[in-house]
């Protein structure tokens, strides 16, 4: 049977060199050293491994999965394998889903707060995970635990903040303080198993003012009511316009930041409960 010189025999299977050397340091490719000139020599039945290996690849397999494959793997491993590839890229494509829709949104939103929109509509179910106090992170492991557990499901997750609301104060007063935290609607967080221990709290499905609001974005991490709240005052104005009455803490999502003559903007979509 005919041997090929590498550079040869990968030019012929369309791969790199470097495609061949790796594969055959992880024992999956094998050649023949002339002991005379020292050169490594591939036959042509190398490159059905090859083939496999490329194929395996494109499936989402790593070198230690595709060595077990090819060498070791029984019929039940093997399946075990396959199975666990595909809830793999099942989990992906549900991902993926979710970030192509939340890209849609973005672009959209992008529309409807220049012409400063607002709807009425009815929010699903959520968890909300505070990590700071005002100005201050709360350092506890419940905090900490569990934000780096649910940091490891964005874009399911998500950054939120949350002011309090205090029905007995004027409306300059009536939200504050604020806390930065992480969200997760309740059906995502029960398919994907997180933990919502305390002081996550659950949020039920409500009826809220959707608005879009965009505004001069702040490169600083303060949390002062009283320099941020003025941003609400349009969203506030049409509440007190349509007769709504607050009924609960208002939510604010980070959607992006963008460029305007010159000027950083923010894009925000707030979540006022009303009644």
């Known amino acids: 049977m005919k041997r090929y010189r590498i550079g040869d025999f990968a030019r012929q299977m369309g791969v790199s060199v470097d495609f061949i050397k790796y594969y055959e340091e992880n024992g999956l490719i094998t050649s023949y050293q002339d002991p005379q000139n020292h050169y490594h020599y591939y036959d042509f039945s ?27 793997a029984d019929r039940r491993q093997a399946a075990f394998l396959f199975e666990k590839k595909a809830r793999e890229h099942e989990d992906s494509l549900q991902r993926l889903a979710y970030a192509a829709g939340q890209l849609k949104r973005y672009g959209e939103a992008l529309e409807y707060s220049a012409s400063q929109r607002w709807y009425i509509v009815q929010t699903p179910a959520f968890y909300f995970l505070p990590h700071t106090n005002d100005e201050e992170y709360i350092r506890t ?46 059906e995502a967080a029960r398919k994907l198993g997180l933990t919502v221990d305390p002081p996550a709290c659950h949020f039920p499905s409500q009826r809220c003012l959707e608005y879009y609001l965009e505004y001069a974005h702040e490169r600083s991490f303060n949390a002062s009511p009283s320099l941020t709240i003025h941003k609400f005052d349009a969203a506030l104005a049409v509440i007190e316009e349509k007769g709504f009455q607050i009924a609960g803490d208002m939510f604010v999502r980070f959607l992006s930041i963008f460029q305007e003559h010159g000027t950083e903007k923010e894009l925000d979509v707030l979540y006022i409960p009303i009644s």
């Not at 083939?51 to 494109?58: A, F, N, P």
């Not at 964005?154 to 935290?181: C, N, T």
């Open 46 to 72: 190398q490159s059905q491994c090859v083939m496999q290996i490329q194929y395996l690849r494109s499936l989402g397999y790593g070198v230690k999965e595709i060595s077990a494959l090819l060498k070791t």
């Open 141 to 186: 492991e419940a905090v900490t635990g569990q934000i780096a557990e649910w940091n490891r499901h964005v874009p399911f997750v998500y950054g939120l903040d949350r002011w309090f609301f205090d029905p007995s104060a004027s409306r300059e007063a009536a939200f504050g303080p604020m806390q930065h935290g992480r969200a997760v609607e309740a």
